[in-house]
């Protein structure tokens, strides 16, 4: 403890403390994720048989709104304070986790994960920006790296959990949250760092939020409904057209506001834009496999829930342990060389499938290699492109850095799930599912190797005491000198 004049003496911060309550809050807000991939069907058996397009919107209401909201909470926390943020985050997410759990329709799950939504985007910025708060600069690259990692972790345990959990009931996917969310908010008011605010300038743009949110909304649902509509079909042009004008409108808003959602001179940073391009193009092929691989299990395959989230669990499980070797890859050949391969062994992953598979069920020599072959892509890419794109930007902007690619994250997420269930359709004979399955994956095998194409161009990070690019106003320019991070 440090004496300072006549005042009390300040007790450090326990950085133990500090991250176990972070990476506890991650986690639970990631695995959520992908829990419910393996708890979908029988969300519809229980839900009056719901559709799977219906249920699709279980996913992606979720993941929009998270998307939408992603910055402007990044924003208002770098504003009113980051700690903050992250406890509302997570007493929203805990809230919605509850109301979840009691959910009697569709509709209603809908809205549920909507709250969920909500608080997991004042959440996930806002734990990246105080974790960074609390070490060094020469470390964070690493421990974003870590933060990745709970993510990889998440998405290992996420499917096993939740068969484990679906066979007493799905609504115990979202009852588990609960007590975790609890005690990590009691917690992190005794821990979390006081980090400096920075309310100069206006507020979010929440009409830009608006605009975005209604426009993936949109276009997700044209390519749901496109297999049902019809391609040519006015409601799925209209779709179309509605999500194009308001993107439109919203890159215009983003130019004009003073604080808006996506800050152009962000994207002008080469290496922040080219990671988030990437990770958007990622995410869409690792959303659509998640969902997939789950669907095909259960429903051509046969397998339970727990069992689906035990075959599932060996792709993931190859992610925590490279997220070191990615790192010293990363630092001897650059980012962009080590994220590009990645992408490509993922879409070699995903392309064993449609080559192999067939309705009988065949595990270790046809589905097995996908996920082993897909896990080390994934565990090449993903903590390596976040961690390129975390640490372009200087301090003072992180969180909302951190929003704006997870924000491409979920949109990737959303159009995964659209493209999948506008792919499949409706089969009505195994043979048709078969079929519909195998151009789903041929189709997110081709985004991975786009993703791959795309992330040749991040570059390496600046030498010490060199800019990447220009500094530009409010995004490149040196950080201000602030109070910094006091004791909580």
């Not at 979720?62 to 504003?79: S, T």
């Not at 990692?149 to 066979?167: F, R």
């Not at 997220?323 to 001897?332: E, Q």
């Not at 530009?472 to 040196?478: L, V």
Request: with cysteine; proline share 7%.
């Amino acid at each position: 403890m440090v004496e300072t004049g006549n005042r009390k003496p300040v007790r450090p911060v326990p950085k133990v403390a500090v991250l176990a309550t972070i990476f506890v809050a991650v986690f639970v807000s990631n695995v959520d994720l992908f829990v419910v991939n393996v708890a979908l069907p029988d969300i519809g058996r229980d839900l009056s048989g719901a559709s799977l397009g219906a249920l699709s919107w279980v996913l992606n209401a979720y993941a929009i709104v998270f998307a939408a909201l992603l910055v402007v909470a990044g924003r208002l926390a770098d504003r009113h304070g980051q700690r903050i943020g992250f406890q509302l985050g997570l007493a929203l997410f805990t809230v919605g986790s509850a109301m979840c759990a009691v959910a009697g329709s569709v509709g209603w799950l809908v809205a549920a994960r909507c709250i969920q939504a909500v608080g997991a985007a004042a959440l996930l910025p806002t734990s990246l920006a105080l974790m960074l708060a609390v070490t060094e600069p020469a470390r964070r690259a690493g421990m974003v790296r870590a933060w990745s990692a709970v993510g990889g972790v998440a998405a290992a345990l996420g499917p096993v959990l939740g068969g484990v959990l679906v066979q007493a009931s799905w609504r115990w996917v979202f009852i588990i949250n609960v007590p975790i969310g609890v005690v990590a908010l009691a917690l992190g008011a005794r821990v979390l760092p006081k980090v400096a605010s920075d309310r100069s300038g206006a507020g979010p743009d929440l009409l830009g939020a608006v605009m975005v949110t209604v426009s993936i909304g949109a276009l997700s649902l044209g390519l749901v409904r496109s297999n049902e509509w019809g391609w040519g079909d006015p409601r799925t042009l209209g779709c179309f057209a509605v999500a194009l004008l308001l993107l439109a409108g919203f890159l215009r808003q983003s130019r004009r506001h003073p604080a808006p959602i996506v800050e152009m001179a962000i994207l002008r940073n080469s290496r922040f834009s080219m990671a988030s391009a990437s990770m958007l193009l990622f995410t869409l092929a690792f959303a659509g496999v998640t969902l997939s691989s789950a669907l095909w299990c259960q429903d051509v395959w046969g397998y339970s829930a727990l069992r689906t989230g035990l075959a599932l669990a060996p792709g993931p499980l190859m992610v925590p342990a490279l997220v070191v070797v990615s790192g010293s890859l990363a630092r001897r050949f650059g980012p962009g060389p080590v994220s590009a391969v990645g992408n490509l062994l993922f879409g070699v992953g995903i392309l064993w499938w449609p080559l192999t598979v067939s309705a009988t069920p065949h595990y270790a020599t046809a589905m097995l290699p996908g996920f082993l072959i897909g896990g080390v892509g994934v565990g090449l890419c993903l903590p390596t492109l976040t961690a390129a794109g975390a640490t372009a930007l200087p301090p003072q902007r992180l969180a909302t850095g951190a929003g704006v690619i997870t924000m491409a994250r979920q949109i990737g997420a959303v159009l995964g799930v659209a493209v999948l269930v506008g792919v499949l359709g409706t089969p009505h004979s195994l043979g048709g599912a078969v079929h519909a399955y195998r151009n789903g994956w041929y189709v997110l095998s081709a985004v991975s190797v786009l993703a791959a194409v795309v992330a040749l161009a991040v570059g390496r990070p600046p030498a010490a005491g060199a800019a990447a690019d220009p500094p530009r106003p409010e995004t490149d320019a040196a950080p201000r000198v602030g109070p910094g991070v006091r004791g909580a």
